[in-house]
C-alpha cells in the first residue's frame, strides 16, 4: 500500500464516516456494517452503508426488503473504487453516518482511501488463527493511515464467535493486541444473522433477543467512543 499518498481533506460537518475493512473475506464485514447501519438507523440517524465490494453483498441484502424498507440508505459506489472519496464527499451533507463496506483486499486502494477520511476504522474478526493472522495486516494498515489521519479511531469487532477452547484461546490472543482494543461486544456465531440478511433486514425484525442484544451492544460502544449521546 503506498503510505505515500496525498491525502484529501477529511469532509468537515457533523456526519461520522465509519470503514469496516480486513483482508479476509467471511469475517463479517459486510454483517457488521448492515446490522450496525441498519441499527443506527432504527435510532432515528440517517445513515448510508456504501458498498464498495465488488460481489455488492450489501446491495443484495438491501434489496431483500419487501414491505419494510431496509433502515439504512445503501449506496453501491463498487464499479466507481477510484471515485469513492469524491462521492462521499457529495453525502456528508446528507447523513449523520456514512460506512464504507470495503472489499477483502488489503491490497486494494479503497480501504486505503477509506481509513483516510474516517472517523472509525472497524476490522471484524472471527477468532480463530487464520482470522488473526490476517487481521495483522488490517492492523498495521490502520496504525499507517493514523499518522496521517490522527483523529482516526480503530477496534476490532469480535464476530461469529463459536463456544470452545480453541475460540476462547484465540479471543484471548486477539485482546492482548498492544495497539488496537477490541469492543467487549460480541457477535456470536447465529442463525438469525443470514436469516436478518435473506429478508433484507437487521436481527431486530427476527424477535431473536440475544442477537439484538448484541448489535444493540456494538452501537452502544461505538456512539460512545465517538462522543455521541445515542438516541
Known sequence: MN????R???PVNGCIIIAIYNQKGGCGKTATSM???GT????GYNVAVVDMDRQSTASHWSARAKDTPFPATVVSLAAHQEKMVNEIEKMVELYDFILIDCPPAIESQTPWAALQIADLGLIPVTPVMDNIWASNE???LGLKAQRDNPELKLR???SRMKRGNIYSSCLRL???DPNIESFKSIIMDRNVYPESQLIGQTVHARGNKAATEEVESLTNEVLKLLGIRGK
Open 3 to 6: 503510505g505515500t499518498a496525498k
Open 8 to 10: 484529501k481533506p477529511k
Open 35 to 37: 446490522q450496525l447501519g
Open 40 to 43: 443506527l438507523g432504527r435510532r
Open 138 to 140: 488490517a492492523s498495521e
Open 156 to 158: 476490532y469487532v469480535v
Open 174 to 176: 486477539l485482546h492482548s
